[in-house]
């Protein structure tokens, strides 16, 4: 169904709307002092990099990806006291209400913003560009969206540039080694000095494999402070200050994510050594550093990883005990943001639609890994039972003058917004909740904590519970659905979208290969409109209650095995 919308709620609807545009790229862009490329972390609510680093006065090129399935910007501001790291900037915005959402959240004449990204979709990206800041600082960048700056924010490090390292030179040698051998004993087959004072492997670039490098050099500390070393390497390498090993990441491995060390240094100079061996195959060696006055400094030719990196949490497992069941709200497969999930005892699951107001997946075995929410806020596939199956998709009830008109499964509107592009004006289509329905939420059982979903449609209020079953030794899944009150006639209530669904000799309906399902309290009908077959069953206008009661049974064993 399309239903008219006022221009007025463009302001309700400006989530999502990109933003505003932006302005033409400066002379300078083919040829910037910095590039910088930063990503959100898909499901976990962070930029993959809490800083970056640009020296006074540089032309920036940064681009901004947006790999996440929720909208998100990039805020770049002028350094703040009051405000170290763009939180209040950012909760000063979100009260602005509708004067930002049009804007994709950023009040674009203030004057602390240095740069701003518009509000990007999904898989979308946006390349910004700007000149530094002359004065050296620290400068945040943040998320200006309604609460993702607690999570989404970093700081633009502003460091005048300096040779960190001097009087650096190598030393190569050859062998065949699984671990870095004891240098002092081997001789050289060639030396030399790295004048640019950086760390390059590529000063072994003749030799394919069975080779070792020792670099050697003096490193300046202006200040008292902790030094944070960073090291990865394919194969092996250690970094050693004063004598003493600071970062090792020995042995034959390709590249991974840099491995940290800490030492405290005094003003003055200190020696470095990183020792580094390569036996065959892909090469690499990343040397940095961090400290509070010099902020980030490659030592290497070759930068150091620091992204974010989304390591897989331990499972966290959710599980029916006591004969009760779990209701947990979660992001799904195939369903809704408004999707509940329902574990059951015996090991048989559901998700209800909250949004399209139907069952929209069951499943067996186990019910939901919940791991994704200790660090993020629980995107991606969380179930970790077996046999899924999209038993339909879309609102469940409509009258139909003909068993030819097609299902409407969603309810959208459509909307004008300007944009200041050669095509001011475009359709944009969105969902919207269907005016013959209403969610009236859901009951839990006080005994076993069932829930009972509730919603209206018209004039009559419908129910739906559920609860675990057993057929034959396999998990079956029996659903009450009762209608009370009137309904228009030639209603239908549709119960699948998929599989052959013609029914066998023993009333069962096949959903796919894993699933039957058969219905008791009115005569399902088959048809098929555009190629797509659909069970459909009728509801009588007339009846003050209506029960229909539909059982879902799997015809394998557990992890789709044939029984």
Known sequence: MTLPAPRL????????????????????SGNPDATLVIKTLPGMMRYDLGELTAAPGARVKLTLENPDDLQHNLVLLKADPQDKDGQKFAQDTWLLGEK??????????????????????????????????????????VCTVPGHSLLMRGILQVRKPGKVLTDLTYAIYRGDWNKLPDFSTLQPVETGKLPDGRIDIGVAKKFPGGFGIVFEGKLTATEAEDYHFFLASDDGSRIIVNGEGIVDVDGIHPM??????????????????????????????SVGLRTKSLG????SVEPSSRRATKAPPTPILLTPKNGEAITHRAFLPGVNPRGIAVGYPGGVNLAWDADALSLALIWRGGFLNVASHWEGRGSGSQLSGYDQVKTGHGLPMQQLKSL???????STATIKYERDKDNPEKDMTFHVRHPDYQFLGYRLDPKNRFPTFRYRYRDAEVSERFGPDSIDGREA??????????????????????????????????????LWLKVEGAEPVVRSVDGKKELLVPIEAAAPEKRLTVTYWWQTEIGGRVK
């Open 9 to 28: 709620a463009l302001c309700l609807l400006a989530l999502a709307l990109p933003g505003i545009s932006v302005a033409e790229p400066p002379e300078w």
């Open 100 to 141: 930002v959402i049009a804007t994709g959240w950023v009040p674009r004449d203030h004057p602390r913003i240095l740069a701003a990204s518009a509000l990007l979709n999904p898989a979308a990206s946006e390349t910004l560009y700007f000149v530094a800041p002359d004065e050296p600082g620290d400068y945040p960048y």
């Open 256 to 285: 991974g994510d840099p491995k940290e060390g800490k030492e405290k240094l005094t003003e003055g100079t200190h020696s470095l050594r990183v020792l580094y061996f390569e036996k065959s195959g892909n090469r690499g060696l």
């Open 296 to 299: 980030w400094q490659d030592l």
């Open 404 to 410: 030819d008109e097609p299902w409407v499964p969603t």
């Open 477 to 514: 899944l029996v659903r009450t659905i009762t209608v009370t009150g009137s309904v228009p006639a030639d209603t239908w209530f549709r119960l699948a979208d998929t599989g052959s669904l013609e029914k066998n000799e023993a009333g069962w309906h096949p959903v796919d290969s894993k």
